[in-house]
């Protein structure tokens, strides 16, 4: 500390802006928290101060406002109580300020210290030196089975610094969105935290996509008087109506997020005006417990008399509320001028659990939505138990189920089962039991006869059908999509496996005692080469299931020159692959690749194209040295979360020089006479671009053209497709790029 105190350390306006923010989590948590609980909230506030003493953040404020704002998250967006408002003042104590476990227990009990302890183990997550993301995921994931709330507080963590990214260097901006946007804002979701998972979507795309995002927030901006002037005329007769019949009821409008709008772009492949639902009207009603359910249809009975409903868009979420606890009613109806209007329908328990999702559970406890909480962290335990899996088998099955939408089958005797959509009878019987899952032949799905990959139905009503000798294959993996199926029957699978391998260990020892041969593990280690076994069981098993014969394996022994020729081919890809990822020269200038590395040898990826002037990073392929991304590409999620380590900060040179880059622009429009000949007057007349190829389509009165142009950078790029748009029967310009690799 330099030999000040703290105090000495703080400016007037620091010290000020501390208590004030102090003053703020105390008043959020003012209703569940009595004086002797202040007491210890403010004793560990003095310890987390004393901790972070001296330490700033990137905005160049004291660091100790970070788990201030944690505090108040978790506090007034979560509405945690004060065992974890303790714990998340003191979540870095231990990692940054030397303060012990031991010395938390002591002072603040287990509950605490177990919560620290677990937001301990977990604090590597955002550090360079991170390795697969799905590593990082696991972690999170066991850090349930301690406590719950050391995951929400790692959420609320996430959230405060994603509030402040922009502080950040900018070369850890787009790994840190993008890691909260593949790992955080799912958890979110899952948990029940709508606002919180909405806020991380939003950011990460700010940082990740910046210009759809301004884009989009300008439009929202633009649009908002005539937007509010709707809901006051839609909402009017509803409120006169609602207070004639004695409720007691608040409405409110919620624009949906920026990502959400985009995505529905993307996904309808259309343009922000033409996205109807950019709001919703929300009716809350307090009401008794006993009377949820009724007042609740009662007032969706009073919308759709005023307004006439689309029976296709009506959702019943409190009679059987979604797997995160969600309930509420939801209709779409047509609004004055033709317009198509969401309400949603609920009372203040039900929003209050949608918005603070998994922590108001606790606080009212024995509702419907109590029971799928518990069945999902139970679906999250069995991902874990199964050690067969690697960390990127962990995350693909736990992000299987967290955006899906669910299907309810009943079984035989009318119990009601929930899937995710797209499983199949043979996901139901492994739900069922396991065993019934391993000798499932197909199903009786509502008195009909039906195979195992049957896809499952709302509604359905199914009977497993059994054979005493069915065994799992290895294609049933193709015909589940439940974690809980996967798993029973990769354990099969290994079992099996195992079964086969100790045979084809035997039948070797035998050929080779009796071939007078020692076999050593020297021996085996080029054989397995040879085979292209990763493992010993691997190779044994080809042995076991027949798929290797061992007069083979003699002869390859008994052949030097065969064993030479193939140990040198075997060898010679990974001896290219480690010296060109040493070995770079450089063939341009036009790129900085890290500021670090000098000389290196990079290609443009071909999946998202990038131009001079674009966002982008580098990647580290295997052998074809580093390839060039857009932060914007579609495959960027995939290789930042999987491949993080292999990933390098990039930036252009001051100028493009006389460089190209193709681009593959997607043109829909009208089609009439006349229109190809203005689209090439503007690219190659006008603009002076070089054309590669143009490909035009039309199909009843509309064209879509994809053309491929040269262009020396982004800003030459955004004047001609700017010119484009503005052509007479040109509809919408796009850049295309491929789709994400699956």
Request: some cysteine; glycine content about 6%; charged content about 30%.
């Amino acid at each position: 500390m330099n030999g000040k105190t703290i105090s000495e350390q703080l400016s007037p306006s620091e010290k000020k802006t501390i208590a004030n923010r102090y003053r703020g989590l105390l008043r959020s948590c003012s209703d569940r928290i009595n004086k002797e609980e202040q007491k210890s909230l403010r004793s560990a506030f003095n310890k987390a101060v004393l901790a972070h003493a001296g330490k700033k953040r990137h905005s160049g404020e004291p660091y100790i406002l970070h788990p201030l704002n944690v505090a108040r998250i978790v506090a007034g967006e979560i509405g945690l109580g004060p065992t974890s408002l303790i714990a998340a003042l003191l979540h870095e104590t231990v990692k940054d300020g030397g303060v012990s476990l031991n010395e938390i227990e002591k002072n603040y009990g287990k509950a605490v210290k177990t919560i620290v302890n677990g937001l301990t183990k977990i604090s590597g997550l955002s550090t360079e030196k991170t390795s697969l993301q799905a590593e990082n995921f696991r972690k999170l994931l066991l850090s349930l089975s301690d406590d719950m709330r050391v995951i929400l507080i790692k959420i609320a963590d996430r959230l405060d610094n994603m509030r402040y990214l922009h502080h950040s260097p900018e070369n850890e901006r787009l790994r840190i969105a993008t890691e909260t946007f593949y790992l955080y804002a799912p958890i979110a979701h899952r948990l029940g935290l709508y606002n919180i998972k909405t806020e991380l979507e939003d950011l990460s795309m700010k940082f990740t996509n910046s210009e759809a995002y301004n884009n989009i927030r300008q439009k929202l901006k633009h649009t908002t008087t005539a937007r509010n002037r709707f809901i006051r005329t839609f909402t009017e007769p509803l409120s006169k109506e609602l207070e004639r019949q004695n409720f007691n009821f608040e409405i409110k409008a919620r624009t949906k997020s920026v990502y959400s709008i985009w995505s529905k772009m993307k996904k309808q492949d259309a343009e922000f005006d033409e996205i109807y639902d950019i709001f919703a009207i929300r009716i809350i009603l307090n009401s008794l417990p006993q009377n949820e359910k009724s007042d609740c249809w009662r007032v969706y009975s009073i919308v759709t008399d005023h307004y006439q409903p689309n029976p296709n868009r009506l959702r019943d979420w409190i009679s059987v509320p979604k797997s995160n606890g969600y309930e509420s009613l939801h209709t779409t109806v047509v609004g004055p001028g033709g317009k198509f209007v969401e309400v949603q329908i609920r009372t203040s328990r039900m929003n209050e659990i949608a918005e603070k999702g998994l922590a108001a559970h606790w606080r009212y406890k024995g509702g419907k939505s109590e029971k799928n909480i518990d069945l999902w962290l139970e679906q999250i335990r069995e991902i874990l138990q199964d050690p067969g899996q690697n960390a990127r088998e962990i995350i693909e099955n736990f992000k299987l189920n967290l955006y899906s939408k669910e299907v309810f089958v009943f079984t035989p005797q009318g119990d009601l089962k929930r899937f995710p959509a797209g499983a199949t009878v043979l996901d139901f019987a492994f739900d069922v039991h396991t065993d019934l899952g391993v000798k499932c032949a197909g199903a009786r799905v509502n008195k009909k006869n039906a195979s195992i990959k049957q896809v499952l139905k709302n509604g359905d009503q199914v009977s497993v059908i059994t054979m005493k000798n069915q065994k799992p294959k290895i294609d049933w993996l193709n015909y589940v999509v439940t974690s809980k199926a996967k798993n029973r029957i990769r354990q099969s699978l290994r079992e099996e496996k195992q079964k086969d391998a100790e045979m084809g260990r035997e039948l070797l020892g035998r050929r080779m005692k009796n071939w007078k041969i020692e076999l050593t593990d020297k021996l085996i280690n080029k054989l397995m080469k040879y085979y292209k076994a990763k493992t010993s069981l691997d190779f044994y098993y080809l042995i076991g299931s027949g798929r290797i014969d061992p007069a083979d394996i003699k002869e390859f022994i008994t052949s030097r020159e065969a064993e030479e020729k193939d140990l040198v081919a075997e060898s010679q890809p990974a001896e290219q692959s480690e010296e060109k990822s040493h070995k770079y020269k450089s063939t341009d200038d036009v790129l900085v690749i890290d500021d670090a590395i000098a000389n290196v040898d990079y290609k443009l990826a071909k999946c998202c194209n990038p131009v001079y002037g674009d966002d982008i990073f580098g990647f580290v392929s295997v052998s074809d040295g580093i390839k060039i991304h857009r932060a914007g590409c579609p495959n960027a999620s995939q290789l930042y979360s999987r491949y993080q380590y292999r990933i390098i900060s990039s930036r252009w040179t001051g100028k493009a020089g006389s460089a190209s880059f193709q681009v593959t622009l997607r043109i829909t429009g009208v089609d009439e006479v006349g229109v190809v000949n203005r689209i090439s007057d503007v690219i190659s007349g006008d603009m002076k671009i070089n054309m590669r190829t143009i490909n035009i389509n039309s199909h009843e009165g509309m064209f879509e053209g994809v053309i491929k142009v040269l262009v020396p950078d982004k800003a030459r790029l955004d004047m001609l497709m700017a010119k484009l748009s503005k052509l007479r029967g040109v509809l919408k310009v796009n850049r295309y790029d491929k789709e994400a690799a699956g």
